[in-house]
Every structure is written in structure tokens, then in C-alpha cells.
């Protein structure tokens, strides 16, 4: 391992995505992440479906559910202009779109660097944030996209 590496000493290189909803910074682990789509189309609604779900879209050949973070997480709508993106995840053998504000980039991050949640977290929030980090001068919460999946139900998402 080359002199440049901090594997060793400091921990494990993660790389996070970072992303706005609702005025505040997210990151999430790329490797959750299959690709990013601008969200220029509004997905079809789905009668009785979960109130987190917007609809389906389907972008190529296969049809995902759309879930609005914001909603996911009960913040408040504060942006909508076209930089909307989707992040679109294969978590637990499921195809799902992340209706968020903004992409913001890709950040080299070591473990060692990522601080346990804080107290002040709202309720709603403090189950799905496992980590913090500083960047420059403002704090990104690590979401755990996993467990907003299960909140909301899994099998709700489903289209089979």
C-alpha cells in the first residue's frame, strides 16, 4: 500500500453521496447507488399506495416505485426547481427511486471521520441516520436507506 493511503492508520475509505431534500445534507454509501436520473417526469400515482410513495416510473426497461425523501423523513417542501434528481437503488432485490432536491457530489470520507448522530435529531430522523461527518462548514447526516425501506414497507414497493 502506497505512502498516500490512510487504510492503515486511520480507517476505511468510504465514499458518500451527498444530496439536499427538504434544505438539509444527506449522504448515503455509493455502493447503494445504481445511477442518478434528473426527474423531468412525474411519476404515474398508485391508488392506495403508501403516502411516501409518489408513484412509478419506469426510465428503461423496468418499472421503480418513487419515494419522496422529504416526506420519508417529514421535511418540509422547500425546493422544487430542475435540479430534482432520483437516485435509483437495488436494496434488498428491490429497484427503488429517491426523489431528492439536488445531487450535491461525491465525497471521500474515512470511517474514522464519521461521528455517531447526535442527540437532537428529530424522532422521525434519529432511526435512519447512522453517522455524521463535517464538510467545511456544515454537518451531512448518513442515511440508511435499508431501514427507510422498511419503515415504509417493503412489500408495498414490490412490483411483482
Do not use: W
Not at 42 to 71: Q, S, W, Y
Amino acid at each position: 500500500m502506497d505512502s498516500g493511503t490512510r487504510f492503515d492508520n486511520y480507517g476505511t475509505e468510504l465514499q458518500i453521496v451527498e444530496f439536499i431534500a427538504g434544505g438539509n445534507s444527506y449522504g448515503v454509501d455509493i455502493s447503494d447507488i445504481k445511477e442518478f436520473l434528473p426527474l423531468n417526469v412525474k411519476p404515474t400515482p398508485v391508488p392506495n399506495a403508501h403516502p411516501c410513495i409518489e408513484g412509478m416510473l419506469m426510465p428503461r426497461d423496468f418499472i421503480i416505485p418513487i419515494i419522496n425523501l422529504k416526506k420519508s423523513l417529514e421535511l418540509s417542501d422547500t425546493h422544487s426547481d430542475d435540479t430534482e434528481m432520483l437516485m435509483v437503488t437495488s436494496i434488498n432485490d428491490l429497484n427503488i427511486g429517491f426523489h431528492v432536491d439536488k445531487i450535491q457530489g461525491i465525497h471521500r470520507v474515512y470511517s474514522d471521520d464519521v461521528k455517531q448522530p447526535g442527540k437532537k435529531l428529530s424522532t422521525k430522523v434519529k432511526g435512519v441516520v447512522t453517522g455524521v461527518f463535517e464538510r467545511h462548514d456544515y454537518t451531512v447526516e448518513i442515511l440508511d436507506l435499508r431501514k427507510i425501506i422498511t419503515d415504509i414497507n417493503a412489500d408495498a414497493l414490490s412490483t411483482n
